[in-house]
């Protein structure tokens, strides 16, 4: 991720060890430069499922059941609703990764936003 001019990025060893039943796996990475400290909350949940994060925090893999989950972005401090909420349709097996990237206030390419990756674990 970018951090003014500078290029950093991360590793991270993942742990594909696959929901049982009929869930999926999400973990949460804020690479953002202008959201500070966010927490996610995930459908109309009033604790948030990932609290305070800050710029290149990864968190560990949370299992969910299967079906449409909303998350949602707020800025911990202020509690205000920072980009426009992701439906998400989990399916079971599968892992996903949120990213929050752009800016705040940007109404381009680059505006603040949820993006996702699926993956399914298998790298044979």
């Not at 202008?34 to 459908?43: H, T």
């Not at 059941?65 to 980009?83: A, H, K, T, V, Y």
């Not at 109404?107 to 993006?115: E, I, P």
Request: with cysteine; aromatic share 12%; hydrophobic share 35%.
């Amino acid at each position: 991720y970018d951090s003014l001019g500078t290029i950093r990025y991360f590793v991270d060893k993942d742990n594909f060890v696959v929901p049982k039943g009929a869930n999926s796996k999400v973990r949460f990475v804020n690479v953002s430069n202008d959201a500070q400290e966010v927490n996610v909350y995930r459908n109309e949940d009033a604790t948030p499922h990932f609290l305070k994060y800050t710029l290149g925090r990864i968190s560990t893999y949370i299992t969910y059941p299967r079906g449409n989950s909303l998350f949602r972005i707020e800025d911990s401090g202020s509690n205000l609703e920072l980009c426009t909420p992701l439906m998400i349709d989990l399916q079971p097996g599968l892992f996903y990764t949120m990213l929050l990237k752009g800016r705040l206030g940007s109404v381009d390419t680059d505006s603040l936003g949820l993006f996702v990756i699926s993956e399914n674990g298998n790298y044979e």
